[in-house]
C-alpha cells in the first residue's frame, strides 16, 4: 500500500464550488482546514451540502471550482494515493446485499491488498458485536448490525482518515451514544475522523465542528468557542400555559426570538433590553403562572439557529 | 373525552418473533401522542397495524371508529399519514399534490377545488399554486405536506419522523403546526427521535422489546425515572432492551 506521508492538514479546502444544473448551489466557495487526530464534524440540516463536499473529498465527483486536499494529496491529480488511504461511509448502505458479513469485509479487505487477520485488532470490538452472524446476508441485518459491519468495512484497511456521512440518521438515542462511543475509541488509534451529522446535540461530542446551511459554513471552530461567541443574551422561560407563552413573547419588541427548547422556551433579548424580573411581571401580567426566567448559556442548537437567523437576513 | 384510538393487548407475530407483544393504550380527541422506542422495538410494526397496513396476530385495535382487523380501508380513508421521507410529489405543482391526495383520501372534485382555494389562502401559499414541489423552500414544503396530510380531516393524523434532518428553526415551527391542529381538534400520534420534541407531547409511551414499557405525560415519567429529561428517560428504559437492533 502507498502510504503518504503525514500533512499539516487531514483536510484543507479553498474556495470549493460545485452547482448541480443551473440553479442548484450545493457548495459556494468554502473553505475548511481539518488538522489530525481529532474528531471533526459537519453540523447541519439535510439538503445544506454534507455530501457534496465528502464525495468531493472521497475523489468521486469533482467541484466546479477550488481545490481540495486529502491528508496533503490533491483530490483531482492524487486521487488514487486518498482512495488508498481514506474509510469512508456513505450514508446509504452500500454494501453488497447478497454477500454474507464474513464475504463483505473479506472483499473490502482484498480490495485494498490486505486481510481481515492483518488488521483485526483495529475493528476487533465492533466486529466482535456482529461476528455471530458472520455468514448471514448483509441485506438480512437489521439496521445497527449493518452499520457496524459498514464501520468496520471502512477500517478494514487501517485508514489515516474516516470520513462518515450522517452514521447516526434514524438511529435512536441510546444507539447513537454508543455509536459515538465507537468513534471517541476509534481516535485514541489515532485515526483523524471527519463526521456529517443533522443532530445539533451531537456537536458537543466532536472537538471542532463546521456549521454548515444552504452550502456555506456558519462558523468553524470548537463548540465551547462557538458557545461563546454567541451575542444575545438569552433567556430559558418556564410558564404552565406554554402555547400562549410564544404568541405572549412574540408581542414584546425586546425579544428578537423564541423558541420551543425542550421542555422550556428560549428568548433572545436585544442588547439587554428586558430584565428577567421585568419579563416575569410582563408574563404574569398576561396570565402566566408557575413562570421561571433564568438567563442560560446557549446550546450549539442555538447557536445554530441564530447564526442561520443572521444568514437569511444578509 | 372521545377516544381517536383504543388499543387491547395488540400483538404481531412474524414466526416464531413477537415483534408487537399485548400491546394497549388509548389516546384520547385532540391529544398529541408522542410514540417512542429504540430501533428494532416494534414501533414500526405497530404503527403499521393502527393504520390498516399490516393484520395483527391478535389483539383489538380501533382508530377513529374503525376496527383496525376487519375495516382496514374505512381506518385508511379516515386517517392521515405524513413522514419526512415521502411526503409529496417533487415534480406536481403545489395544487396538483393537493389534487393528487384529497382524490385518493376521497374528498369529492367540487370539495377540492373550494378546498384548494381555502387552503392557499391560509398558508399564504396563493401565488405558488402552480410552483414545482421541488423549488419550495423546506419550511413551505413542511407546511404544505402537513395541510395535505390532514386535507380531509381526518380524526387522526400519524407523523412518522415529520422532522428528521430538518433544520432547527424549520423543526420548532413545525410543531407549531401541529399545536395550531391540535387546537382545532385534530389528534397528532407522533414518532420522534428528536427527545426534545418528547417533551412536546401531551402524553408520551415508550416502547421497548415489543412491549409499552412506560406511558404517561412527560412531567410523570421524568418524575418516575428520577431524570431531568425526556432523554434520560429514554436512556434509563431503553437500555434495558435485551433485543436491541444492534
Known amino acids: 500500500?502507498?502510504?503518504?506521508?503525514?500533512?499539516?492538514?487531514?483536510?484543507?479546502?479553498?474556495?470549493?464550488?460545485?452547482?448541480?444544473?443551473?440553479?442548484?448551489?450545493?457548495?459556494?466557495?468554502?473553505?475548511?482546514?481539518?488538522?489530525?487526530?481529532?474528531?471533526?464534524?459537519?453540523?447541519?440540516?439535510?439538503?445544506?451540502?454534507?455530501?457534496?463536499?465528502?464525495?468531493?473529498?472521497?475523489?468521486l465527483i469533482l467541484a466546479d471550482e477550488g481545490k481540495a486536499e486529502v491528508m496533503g494529496c490533491d483530490v483531482v491529480t492524487e486521487y488514487e494515493k486518498i482512495r488508498r488511504n481514506i474509510g469512508y461511509?456513505?450514508?446509504?448502505?452500500?454494501?453488497?446485499?447478497?454477500?454474507?458479513?464474513?464475504?463483505?469485509?473479506?472483499?473490502?479487505?482484498?480490495?485494498?491488498?490486505?486481510?481481515?487477520?492483518?488488521?483485526?485488532?483495529?475493528?476487533?470490538?465492533?466486529?466482535?458485536?456482529?461476528?455471530?452472524?458472520?455468514?448471514?446476508?448483509?441485506?438480512?441485518?437489521?439496521?445497527?448490525?449493518?452499520?457496524?459491519?459498514?464501520?468496520?468495512?471502512?477500517?478494514?484497511?487501517?485508514?489515516?482518515?474516516?470520513?462518515?456521512?450522517?452514521?447516526?440518521?434514524?438511529?435512536d438515542p441510546v444507539s447513537r451514544k454508543e455509536f459515538w462511543e465507537m468513534l471517541r475509541q476509534l481516535k485514541e488509534e489515532g485515526i483523524t475522523i471527519l463526521v456529517s451529522t443533522a443532530y445539533m446535540d451531537e456537536a458537543s461530542l466532536c472537538d471542532a465542528i463546521a456549521l454548515i446551511l444552504d452550502g456555506e459554513f456558519l462558523k468553524i471552530d470548537t463548540p465551547e468557542n462557538i458557545v461563546r461567541q454567541f451575542e444575545p443574551t438569552l433567556y430559558s422561560i418556564r410558564s404552565l400555559q406554554r402555547s400562549k407563552l410564544l404568541t405572549d413573547l412574540r408581542g414584546l419588541p425586546a425579544i428578537d426570538s423564541c423558541y420551543a427548547f425542550g421542555e422550556s422556551t428560549h428568548a433572545t433579548v436585544i442588547h439587554n433590553q428586558i430584565s428577567p424580573e421585568a419579563l416575569k411581571k410582563y408574563l404574569s401580567e398576561k396570565g402566566h403562572t408557575d413562570l421561571e426566567v433564568v438567563p442560560i448559556a446557549p446550546t450549539v442548537e442555538d447557536c445554530f439557529m441564530e447564526l442561520s437567523k443572521q444568514m437569511h437576513q444578509n | 373525552?372521545?377516544?381517536?384510538?383504543?388499543?387491547?393487548?395488540?400483538?404481531?407475530?412474524?414466526?416464531?418473533?413477537?415483534?408487537?407483544?399485548?400491546?394497549?393504550?388509548?389516546?384520547?380527541?385532540?391529544?398529541?401522542?408522542?410514540?417512542?422506542?429504540?430501533?428494532?422495538?416494534?414501533?414500526?410494526?405497530?404503527?403499521?397495524?393502527?393504520?390498516?397496513?399490516?393484520?395483527?396476530?391478535?389483539?383489538k385495535g380501533l382508530v377513529a371508529g374503525y376496527d383496525i382487523n376487519t375495516q382496514s380501508e374505512q381506518v385508511k380513508r379516515n386517517i392521515g399519514y405524513m413522514s419526512q421521507k415521502f411526503a409529496l410529489y417533487e415534480d406536481l405543482k403545489v395544487w396538483e399534490n393537493i389534487r393528487l391526495y384529497g382524490g385518493i383520501y376521497g374528498v369529492p372534485e367540487p370539495q377540492i377545488v373550494s378546498k384548494t382555494n381555502d387552503l392557499l389562502k391560509r398558508l399564504g401559499f396563493e401565488n405558488e399554486r402552480n410552483t414545482l414541489v421541488n423549488s419550495l423552500p423546506l419550511g413551505w414544503k413542511q407546511k404544505l405536506?402537513?395541510?395535505?396530510?390532514?386535507?380531509?380531516?381526518?380524526?387522526?393524523?400519524?407523523?412518522?419522523?415529520?422532522?428528521?434532518?430538518?433544520?432547527?428553526?424549520?423543526?420548532?415551527?413545525?410543531?407549531?403546526?401541529?399545536?395550531?391542529?391540535?387546537?382545532?381538534?385534530?389528534?397528532?400520534?407522533?414518532?420522534?427521535h428528536y427527545m426534545d420534541e418528547a417533551e412536546y407531547?401531551?402524553?408520551?409511551?415508550?416502547?421497548?422489546?415489543?412491549?409499552?414499557?412506560?406511558?404517561?405525560?412527560?412531567?410523570?415519567?421524568?418524575?418516575?425515572?428520577?431524570?431531568?429529561?425526556?432523554?434520560?428517560v429514554f436512556q434509563k428504559l431503553a437500555r434495558k432492551a435485551q433485543r436491541s437492533d444492534s
Not at chain 1, 443551473?22 to 464534524?41: C, R
Not at chain 2, 422489546?209 to 434520560?232: R, S, V
Open chain 1, 1 to 59: 500500500m502507498t502510504n503518504i506521508q503525514e500533512s499539516e492538514w487531514a483536510v484543507k479546502c479553498e474556495k470549493l464550488s460545485k452547482t448541480y444544473k443551473p440553479d442548484i448551489q450545493a457548495l459556494k466557495n468554502i473553505d475548511l482546514k481539518v488538522s489530525p487526530h481529532q474528531i471533526f464534524g459537519i453540523i447541519g440540516p439535510d439538503g445544506a451540502g454534507k455530501t457534496t463536499l465528502f464525495r468531493i473529498l472521497t475523489t
Open chain 1, 89 to 171: 461511509m456513505p450514508g446509504r448502505f452500500s454494501l453488497y446485499q447478497d454477500l454474507t458479513v464474513e464475504e463483505n469485509l473479506k472483499f473490502f479487505a482484498s480490495v485494498f491488498g490486505t486481510t481481515i487477520e492483518e488488521n483485526y485488532d483495529l475493528i476487533k470490538s465492533i466486529y466482535q458485536q456482529i461476528e455471530p452472524f458472520k455468514n448471514r446476508r448483509a441485506g438480512q441485518l437489521s439496521g445497527g448490525m449493518k452499520q457496524k459491519l459498514a464501520l468496520s468495512c471502512a477500517l478494514i484497511h487501517k485508514p489515516k482518515l474516516l470520513i462518515l456521512d450522517e452514521p447516526t440518521t434514524g438511529v
Open chain 2, 1 to 59: 373525552m372521545e377516544n381517536v384510538i383504543e388499543v387491547n393487548n395488540l400483538t404481531k407475530k412474524f414466526g416464531s418473533f413477537t415483534a408487537v407483544d399485548h400491546i394497549s393504550f388509548e389516546v384520547k380527541q385532540g391529544e398529541i401522542f408522542g410514540f417512542l422506542g429504540a430501533n428494532g422495538a416494534g414501533k414500526t410494526t405497530a404503527m403499521r397495524m393502527l393504520c390498516g397496513l399490516l393484520p395483527s396476530t391478535s389483539g
Open chain 2, 201 to 232: 407531547c401531551d402524553r408520551v409511551s415508550m416502547m421497548v422489546d415489543g412491549h409499552i414499557e412506560a406511558l404517561d405525560t412527560p412531567k410523570n415519567l421524568k418524575q418516575m425515572f428520577h431524570a431531568d429529561t425526556m432523554n434520560e
Open chain 2, 145 to 192: 405536506a402537513f395541510s395535505v396530510a390532514i386535507f380531509h380531516e381526518p380524526k387522526i393524523v400519524f407523523l412518522d419522523e415529520p422532522t428528521g434532518g430538518v433544520d432547527p428553526i424549520t423543526r420548532r415551527k413545525f410543531w407549531e403546526l401541529i399545536y395550531e391542529a391540535t387546537d382545532r381538534g385534530i389528534t397528532v400520534f407522533v414518532t420522534t
